[in-house]
């Protein structure tokens, strides 16, 4: 890439790099797991350097100031200056946590392309790539779409790792859209202004934690027992998660509400961040995870029906345009912890099985940072048939991750045992 083809950043972009301060890192993470024998870091750099032009973004740095910052081509770009080892020495997989936390705390140098890979080597010749991703140049479906260009293996096809586009059908009647607009606002709003137990003020450390359920037995117990997606279970199964872990610490909460990302990625874009989201009440009161799961199918199930992320998306839009003041008021009100508690996000991976090297890659957490006032987060993504949850906070408010995360596979045993 030559400077005259310079990579410029949309205003989202622009808007996360600015929200990155000594407690907020602006990176997101994903760490791969790969079965023996995993490949040497050398490897690993041999690999990457040969497929980094498919990924001109992973090749650029900064340059320019507020809106009008651009990627331009790192001249003294060198692949092991991004690809490293953690350690020479093998860890048990239980410290794996802590090796990634400590990463996770650490800064993306802004004079260098925004990420780097390093591989931590795990008993009995396995290994995790933790790569640190910044969120400017990649959103969740972005970064997934760059590990098939840098990592995966390649296949004669790879068409099913493609999904097809969706597009949210247009509302033409100007009163019918009025009326949606109004719907939304009060389903987006009317039921905000509830105490989070993660409003604090965050500082520099950080927990981390992963969970792992079966993909196929979550997705058919959803499916047989109302109907519901899997993304439904997801929320349900998180749900019973935070809900084991705050009964102990807050007692009944009654509900919490949720922030669901949606991607609005279209097939083919090169956009590094596209994605909208809307929020939803969950119960925490219902100890029953099927009862859970079909509150959260009913509510999702409208919002969707309304197209209410789209919505955002116009409503955001239409802002900007006609007062920035106006945009920016309500964009602060959406990111109070009284909008939302927690951002529960899920990405879909890979279809196929995919590998490193020849090393198959057993499972792949993501790792979303947390925001001001938001202690806790939890991002999803699917791979090799498993779905796996990273889930991040800040130690000093959110403590004991490993009780949420075995309530999280506890609760979707129980869908699945449920289902039969």
Known sequence: MSDS???????????ILDLECATVAGHTCK????????????????????????????????????DERVLVQDREFDVRRHVGSQSDTEVPEADLPGCVTSLFEERLPRDRPLW??????????????????????????????????????????????RRPSRAASPHTDDERR????????????????????????????????????????LHDAAKAICGASVNDAVLAVVAGGLRDWLVD???????????????????????????????LPVSLSEADPVTRLHEIHRRTAARKREHDAEQLEQLTATLAKASPHLAQLAQR?????????????????????????GSPVESMHSLAEIGMNHALRVAVVSVSGELCFGLIADPAIVDDLDVMGRGIEGHAAALASAAL
């Open 5 to 15: 083809a310079a990579i410029p950043l949309k205003a989202e972009d622009c808007a």
């Open 31 to 66: 760490v791969v797991i790969l079965a023996a024998p995993a490949p040497a870091v050398e490897e690993i750099r041999v690999l990457i350097g040969s497929r980094i032009g498919s990924a001109p973004v992973l090749t650029a740095v900064l340059s320019g100031e507020g």
């Open 116 to 161: 780097r890979i390093d591989l931590v080597k795990l008993e009995g010749g396995r290994a995790a790539l933790v790569w640190r991703l910044h969120h400017a140049i990649a959103d969740g479906t972005a970064a997934i779409r760059l590990a098939e260009a840098l990592l995966w293996d390649r296949e004669d096809s790879d068409s099913d790792s």
């Open 178 to 217: 009025r009326g949606h607009l109004g719907a939304f606002i009060r389903r987006e709003f009317g039921e905000s202004w509830h105490h989070s137990p993660f409003d604090g003020e965050i500082g520099t450390r950080r927990l981390v934690a992963f969970a792992q359920v079966p993909l196929r037995s």
């Open 249 to 279: 610490r807050h007692g009944d909460l009654g509900s919490l509400r949720m922030r669901v990302p949606v991607s609005l990625h279209s097939e083919g874009d090169d956009a590094a961040n596209r994605d909208s989201f809307f929020t």
């Open 333 to 357: 009100i959406e990111a109070t912890p009284r909008s939302f508690a927690l951002a529960v996000s899920n990405v879909p991976g890979p279809r196929r099985a995919v590998s490193v090297l």
